[in-house]
């Protein structure tokens, strides 16, 4: 049976993060005139909970997510690092900026679609 053994925070943390493994679209508020929280964001902010309770957890999770996820998990996972390890965000950061795969952002009513790249060295240029 899925699951057995581990607690409902570890289950939810899974969740979680294969949606981030899987995400197509980068959204850190609600979306549209209605202002709706997507599925992937609602899964950001489940990892980004998590952070305080089972930091070494998440950061293995993060560590999956920067190998193996879609360029939005990616720009995700490395956005939650920052607040675990500011100098391996940054790493991150310099990993994916020369990534010239596309995802879909969304800042409230607008979307719009960007590489990887870009938003990495924006990401580097704030910090």
């Known amino acids: ?11 939810e943390l ?12 980068l959204a850190f508020g609600g979306v549209g005139i209605a202002g709706t929280t997507l599925p992937v964001t609602e899964a950001y902010e ?3 909970a ?11 999770q993060l560590d999956r997510v920067l190998a193996d996820g879609t360029p939005a998990g990616r720009a995700y996972a490395a956005t939650l690092l920052e607040r ?15 990534d010239p795969s596309e995802f879909t952002t969304f800042v409230g009513c607008v979307m719009d679609r960007e590489t990887l790249g870009a938003y990495a060295s ?6």
């Open 14 to 25: 899974g969740v979680a993060v294969d949606t981030l493994l899987a995400a197509d679209t």
């Open 84 to 98: 675990i390890d500011p100098a391996a965000a940054r790493a991150a950061w310099t990993s994916l900026r020369d």
């Open 1 to 11: 049976m899925f699951g057995i053994g581990k607690q409902k925070w570890e289950r």
């Open 46 to 48: 489940r990892v980004s």
């Open 50 to 60: 998590a952070l305080d309770d089972h930091p070494d957890e998440v950061r293995r």
């Open 122 to 127: 924006r990401r580097l240029a704030a910090a």
